[in-house]
């Protein structure tokens, strides 16, 4: 007959309704289509993003931030967890760390921004993934200053 349907077997799926958790009592599943975290729904939000003026005074409160933690996390995955800084030079390195191209002491205002603008009006990474080493050595030469050998106060004489 030309309008019969032909009849397909499927697979039997449990008879639970949407929602329901198996073996649990009828304890209802979580559902997060909206996005928000228990809190949020409860009406309760996650703390303010800190103002430039916060985040100079403490920046290590900056560093502890849910805010910055979150960003952090998306940055390494935007670069693959790759040290951009090794990478330029042809090498692998995995990154552990995210580098604000402009420090946070002298552009407070840029700590949240992951790109921003030059000079000449080109925009730029502010958020780099880098390794430890090149951390300490390329973006931050300046905290190897007391490794280098200090000069003698004065000559050393045995007479």
């Known amino acids: 007959m030309p309008g019969d349907l032909q009849q397909v077997r499927l697979p039997r799926m449990h008879t639970q309704p949407a929602g ?13 289509t909206d996005g928000l975290s228990g809190k949020q729904r409860a009406g309760h939000q996650d703390e303010p993003m800190m103002t430039a003026e916060q985040i100079a005074s403490n920046v290590r409160a900056f560093y502890e ?23 330029e030079r042809g090498r692998y ?21 992951k790109y921003y603008t030059d000079d000449d009006g080109k925009r730029k990474r502010n ?16 905290r190897l200053r ?12 045995w007479d």
């Open 93 to 113: 390195t995995r990154a552990n760390t995210v580098h604000h191209v402009n420090h946070i002491k002298k552009h407070p205002e840029l700590a949240f921004d």
């Open 146 to 157: 007391w490794k280098e050998a200090k000069p003698k106060l004065n000559k050393e004489r």
């Open 65 to 87: 931030s849910k805010e910055w933690r979150r960003l952090r996390k998306e940055i390494l995955k935007l670069d693959k967890h790759e040290c951009q800084c090794c990478k």
């Open 127 to 142: 958020l780099i993934s880098v390794c430890h080493d090149c951390h300490e050595t390329v973006c931050h030469p300046e």
């Open 20 to 32: 329901i958790l198996p073996g649990r009592g009828g304890a209802k599943r979580s559902t997060k």
